[in-house]
């Protein structure tokens, strides 16, 4: 089934120059890129994205992790994009996360783990909500979903 995802390539991810080296692993899986923008995230928009994680003893130094310097907000599609996105970034402790992920060949910390995306399509309904208005989106085929050039 065809659906979007949200993306987020943490500060670490920015200022570690890896920005070029996520991305690509997305698009050559076969995800197309339906929005994307750089920005910086302000403290209540980090903690609207993380509420799921308030009160737990890490919440606060996410919030700061995030809101440290800017971020790439992207949104994918494709089939089962949600649940494969997940797979390709890895689990959340990236000393845990399997080599061949991104988290499992990107990083070492969990309190600096590259990248956020969704876990469900309710959060993806969600987070897309938070980041992205409607006109923030182009809706377009990759090559092998049929796009032909002119
Ligand atoms: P996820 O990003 O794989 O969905 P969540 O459990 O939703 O993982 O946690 C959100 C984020 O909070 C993680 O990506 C990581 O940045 C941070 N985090 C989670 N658990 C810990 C922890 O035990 N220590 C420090 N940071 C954590
Ligand atoms: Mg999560």
Known sequence: MQETTFVMLKPDCVQRGLI???ISRFESKGLRI??????EVDE?????HYEEHQGKDFYQPLLK??????????ALTGDSSIQMVR???GKTDPKKAEPGTIRGDLAIEVSRNIVHAS????????ELGIFFKEDD????NRVEEGWIYP
């Open 87 to 89: 797979k390709i970034v």
């Open 65 to 74: 992790y995030i809101t440290s310097g800017p971020v790439v907000v992207m």
């Open 34 to 39: 339906s929005a994307m923008k750089l920005l």
């Open 44 to 48: 209540k928009t980090a903690s609207t």
């Open 137 to 140: 989106y182009s809706d377009y």
């Open 119 to 126: 876990d469900s399509s309710e959060s993806a309904e969600r």
């Open 20 to 22: 070029g080296k996520v």
